[in-house]
């Protein structure tokens, strides 16, 4: 009797988990996620806007070393590490940043700021002073 119950429980159960799965219609227009593109001038980067929904998507980035939260990304270096030049204004300035290296990529981040909206505040103060474009990304922790 028990192991009939806990049969018919089982099969319910597995039963109603695949019900809960919707059909979703694949459609030939191009999704647009929140993959890093370059923008026309080699230094600055945008993220992407998903268009089905309409909402500005995030790059999210896992380390170790690096505080977790939301910050701005200024720049991405994948062959050379930033030399002084280019970190100089940010030294001036009044920003917090790093250089966080992943996977021979190196990040330069400002930040870090406590929830998406704060950071997406600052991307004009940003790019009022540094004259630089950025977008919001969060680091997490893996």
């Not at 977790?68 to 991405?76: D, E, F, I, S, T």
């Amino acid at each position: 009797m028990k192991k009939t119950i806990l049969l018919s429980m089982t099969i319910f159960l597995l039963l109603a988990c695949e019900t809960g799965v919707k059909y979703q219609e694949k459609s030939n227009e191009p999704l647009l996620s929140g993959i890093v593109e370059r923008s026309d001038n080699g230094n600055s980067y945008q993220s992407s806007m998903n268009e089905k929904t309409g909402k500005k998507s995030f790059t999210k980035i896992f380390s170790n070393s690096a505080q977790p939260g939301y910050y701005l990304q200024m720049a991405v270096f994948k062959k050379n590490r930033p030399n002084k030049q280019f970190l100089e204004p940010l030294d001036k300035s009044s920003f917090n940043y790093i250089v966080l290296n992943k996977s021979s990529t190196d990040y330069v981040l400002i930040g870090p700021y406590l929830s998406y909206n704060l950071a997406k505040s600052n991307v004009s103060l940003v790019k009022s002073n540094l004259g630089k474009r950025t977008f919001v990304v969060q680091v997490l922790r893996p």
